[in-house]
């Protein structure tokens, strides 16, 4: 592992400071200001999330705003109302009340008698999320975002669910704000009234799963935030940033496609962090490329940054999965936007192969797979939620000798892969809905299989369609740049199931599949492709806030299969690190687990649980969470319930049960 490289050897500092709120609310904040500024009075650049500016993040947050100021310029981190040891209530994700507190600390951060009054915005997931949602709500003094690993359309493209598919890693995320909502203040940082908040915090507190599950379909509830739903109101200037591995990688090919604002977009090889952080694959200079878009947006510099092409991504080659070490090679190309792919290579199914030339006679194949295919998945997002477990795919051989696949012949040559794959398929449907699964793989010579990209499409079977009757239909693929090397092959795998990433349908999910008229589109490379592009450089940032780690954690990952029965578990176990910042210490614990039968995916079943513990010398707290979600009566049952502690006594406990339909 190489050294982290920082700009100076100590911290940039950071004033404590609050910002008032028209109705009374009082905000946390941290302010860097610079001490050497370029200016006489400076921009300043917002982070705008709810994960605790004084502890959970103030690692990290030293590291980035830390590197802006010692740039000359301001940054600001802000705890959302209700989060941290913010004043108010946190209900959910992006509502109303979050983006018009948002418009409030801009105009307040742009009134600063420093800030010349400019505003940057960055953020990575929710914040990113909250970059273009704020930026669409067009604040004066908000001049240019960078959005990283977000999007533009809350339902097709979000944890939530994947083309109609619920994912579990929704469901995870949901147990896991749940129990953010209740955490306590600070009492160093909110004074002896922090009791009362945090009473009046869990008093008002609700699973987060119990709203988003009420809406299984694409509705006004997931509208609320989407900017899909009008790209023209943003006007500001969007840099948008994902890598290929990380849940988020279609939005910004959307938004370079959409927005009319000036843009530019970075898709790296990375899962869901910052880019100077990224993995797998090459860490890149994030910082000081936000700091090229910065000086151009906020100080009126030419930095050549809207010169350059608008989209740079990552090609990528050699992929070894692995569920927690995966390698990547590869390397940069750029095109002047989106879309530009190349000429599509057609394949059609042929007796299990992919071939060039068009099957005659092929017969109906039936795909219903075993529950217990996708073990070998890993997580829709990995690592979404920090950490460094064995999150990623695993070699995908097993999880393809439950599907039906069809393979190329051994490569002779580069298949050039980048763009939207399409699959053109006829199909009948056993009963309504069916989950259908695409995986597209590469296969190297030893029989390793790779997952390069896939799709999740929960279909509904079309008004005027009986079941068992034959209808076209197509599905794309998340898109991808990839280069399938000569030597190895390329796999097609389709199944209906891939537990546990997503929820199973409860009966009748099988399909039959018509070869004759199924084919397989691989975008190629745009012409317009730019090859030689200069490279990013070192990934340098600001030395972090001293900490001391006390007792290191672990995660553990099983996966275990039960042979009377044939019921499959996938188990996750972490035990969090105990660390202090100062005179605060942070512990915890938490975990997940997942299980179904083979051929019954009624009998699915999920369980979330997570204990966090916070103390200083005469003070100690303690949140427990446990959510369950499983079928009841042909219903989706969801039980929760939340505990809180103060010095290991009981305050507070509820719980919760809700049923929906799916």
Not at 32 to 50: N, S, Y
Not at 60 to 78: E, L, P, T, W
Not at 305 to 313: F, N, S, V
Not at 585 to 604: C, F, K, M, N
Request: aromatic share 10%; with cysteine; charged share 20%.
């Amino acid at each position: 592992m190489t050294e982290p490289l920082y700009l100076s050897d100590t911290p940039a500092p950071y004033e404590q400071i609050t910002i008032p709120l028209s109705d009374g609310t009082i905000l946390t904040a941290r302010l860097w200001r610079p001490e050497h500024p370029v200016a006489d009075k400076v921009p300043v650049v917002l982070e705008w999330i709810p994960y605790r500016q004084s502890d959970l993040t103030a690692i990290s947050d030293s590291m980035v705003h830390g590197y802006f100021a010692q740039n000359g310029i301001a940054a600001c981190r802000v705890d959302l109302r209700g989060s941290g040891n913010s004043d108010g209530l946190l209900h959910d994700e992006y509502l109303k009340q979050e983006q018009d507190d948002a418009l409030e600390v801009i105009a307040w951060l742009a009134g600063q008698d420093w800030c010349n009054g400019k505003v940057g915005l960055i953020g990575i997931s929710w914040g990113g999320f909250a970059g273009l949602q704020i930026a669409a709500r067009r604040p004066p003094a908000l001049k240019a975002i960078v959005t990283c690993c977000s999007t533009d359309d809350r339902y097709s493209d979000d944890v939530h669910f994947m083309g109609g598919g619920l994912l579990l890693d929704g469901m995870q995320w949901g147990s896991g704000l749940f129990a953010q909502l209740g955490r306590a203040p600070d009492p160093a940082h909110v004074g002896e009234h922090w009791r009362d908040m945090w009473m009046h915090r869990l008093e008002n507190v609700r699973p987060p799963l119990a709203d988003w599950m009420a809406h299984m379909e694409r509705d006004a509830f997931w509208k609320h935030g989407s900017v899909c739903e009008n790209y023209d109101a943003i006007e500001c200037a969007v840099y948008a940033v994902t890598g290929w591995t990380d849940g988020y990688s279609d939005p910004v090919l959307r938004l370079m496609q959409n927005l009319k604002a000036p843009r530019k977009g970075l898709i790296g090889s990375w899962t869901h962090m910052y880019p100077n952080w990224g993995k797998p694959g090459p860490q890149i200079g994030f910082l000081e490329e936000c700091m090229r878009w910065w000086r151009h947006w906020l100080l009126d510099e030419d930095t050549g940054i809207m010169d350059e092409p608008m989209l740079r991504l990552w090609v990528g080659k050699d992929f070894e999965p692995h569920p927690r070490y995966p390698r990547i090679g590869g390397r940069w190309i750029a095109v002047p936007g989106w879309p530009h792919e190349g000429e599509a290579r057609r394949y059609h199914l042929d007796d299990r192969n992919l071939v060039f030339a068009p099957p005659s006679g092929a017969p109906p194949l039936r795909i219903d797979t075993p529950q217990q295919l996708g073990a070998h998945a890993g997580e829709w997002c990995p690592l979404d939620g920090g950490g460094d477990g064995p999150e990623f795919q695993g070699d995908n051989r097993a999880d393809d000798g439950l599907s039906v696949c069809f393979d190329t012949p051994v490569l002779t040559e580069t298949v050039e892969v980048v763009g939207f794959p399409r699959l053109k398929l006829d199909l009948a449907m056993d009963g309504e809905k069916a989950t259908v699964i695409v995986r597209l793989n590469e296969v190297v010579p030893d029989g390793t299989s790779g997952r390069i990209t896939y799709a999740i499409r929960r279909i509904n079977r079309p008004a005027g369609v009986a079941a068992g009757e034959r209808f076209s239909y197509e599905i794309p693929l998340k898109a991808v740049a990839y280069e399938f090397q000569p030597g190895n092959r390329i796999r097609l795998a389709l199944s209906t199931t891939y537990w546990p990433m997503v929820w199973p349908e409860p009966r009748l999910g099988g399909i039959t599949l018509f070869p004759d008229a199924t084919s397989l589109l691989l975008p190629s490379m745009p012409e317009t492709a730019v090859h030689a592009l200069p490279e990013f450089g070192p990934p340098i940032s600001a030395a972090p806030l001293a900490s001391e780690d006390v007792a290191p954690g672990s995660v553990v990952r099983q996966s275990t299969w039960e042979a009377t029965t044939g019921r499959a578990e996938l188990i996750s176990r972490t035990v969090r690190k105990t660390w202090k910042i100062g005179e605060l210490q942070l512990s915890g614990s938490g975990g997940h687990g997942y299980s179904v039968l083979p051929g019954d995916g009624s009998s699915a079943s999920a369980e979330f649980y997570s204990t966090q513990i916070a103390e200083r010398p005469g003070w100690h707290t303690k949140l427990v969470s446990h959510s369950t979600v499983g079928w009841e009566d042909g219903k989706m049952v969801l039980n929760a319930h939340l505990t809180a502690y103060e010095d290991e006594e009981q305050v507070f406990h509820r719980s919760w049960r809700e049923a929906f339909d799916y």
